[in-house]
């Protein structure tokens, strides 16, 4: 079964600055690997497919990128709302699809 | 509007059985593969079943293996998870989920149900 980790457990940036957020597999999954953003008392909402492709009406300051075993979402100036936890998941080596343990993007 | 609704969740005590349900709307539900994701309180999302889109293959999380049933009906739209021999465990919030394309089983989910909490407690 593959492994995603994801770094770092938390991270803490201001509004309008930019966020980095990483997952790590530990073998490839080519590009089949998904984000999602997570809020309190929320269902999970896809943001990222394919690595880098978004999913449909989330913004463009969304942006995936990354392929074989390292990859990165980039959310390029942070509204408020984008204050949540973020998971990554593989679908490549599947069944199952297994989920990075999250990042928590909390305000600066 | 595409959505599911999942249903069932409540108090069993441990060893006991529950049900959950998914119900589809706003898509041809017969066309996707579905699976059950759940996610203990305070904790990471886990993949727990899968079946494909005619309900012929299915898998389970080794954590799940033996004790829970996937199962489908395409007439009703319905995705179930029944969920037998409960333990503190298995304690969570269960999300129906479907994959974004059509006919595949793997890929990422594209819709998510609200969820519907399991509490296993005596």
């Known amino acids: 079964e593959i492994v995603m980790t994801q770094s770092p457990a938390t991270l803490s940036v201001s509004p309008g600055e930019r966020a980095t957020l990483s997952c790590r597999a530990s073998?490839?999954?080519?590009?089949?690997l998904a984000w999602y953003q997570q809020k309190p008392g929320q269902a999970p909402r896809l943001l990222i497919y394919?690595?880098?492709t978004r999913a449909t009406g989330i913004p463009a300051r969304f942006s995936g990128s990354g392929s074989g075993t390292e990859f990165t979402l980039t959310i390029s100036s942070l509204q408020s709302e984008d204050f949540a936890v973020y998971y990554c998941?593989?679908?490549?080596?599947?069944?199952?699809?297994?989920f990075g343990q999250g990042t928590r993007l909390e305000i600066k | 509007e595409v959505q599911l609704v999942e249903s069932g969740g409540g108090l069993v005590q441990p060893g006991g059985s529950l049900r959950l349900s998914c119900a589809a709307s706003?898509?041809?539900?017969?066309?996707?593969?579905m699976h059950w994701v759940r996610q203990a309180p305070g904790k990471g999302l886990e993949y727990v079943s899968a079946?494909?889109?005619?309900?012929?293959?299915?898998y389970y999380a080794n954590s799940v293996k033996g004790r829970f049933t996937i199962s489908r009906d395409n007439s009703k739209n319905t995705l179930y998870l029944q969920m037998g021999s409960l333990r503190a465990e298995d304690m969570a919030v269960y999300y129906c989920?479907?994959?974004?394309?059509?006919?595949?089983?793997?890929?990422?989910?594209?819709?998510w149900g609200q969820g519907t909490m399991v509490t296993v407690s005596s």
């Open positions: 989920a479907r994959v974004r394309r059509q006919w595949l089983a793997r890929g990422a989910f594209d819709i």
């Open positions: 706003g898509f041809t539900f017969s066309s996707y593969a």
């Open positions: 079946i494909s889109s005619n309900g012929g293959s299915t």
């Open positions: 073998q490839s999954v080519s590009s089949n």
């Open positions: 394919g690595a880098s």
């Open positions: 998941q593989q679908y490549n080596n599947w069944p199952p699809g297994t």
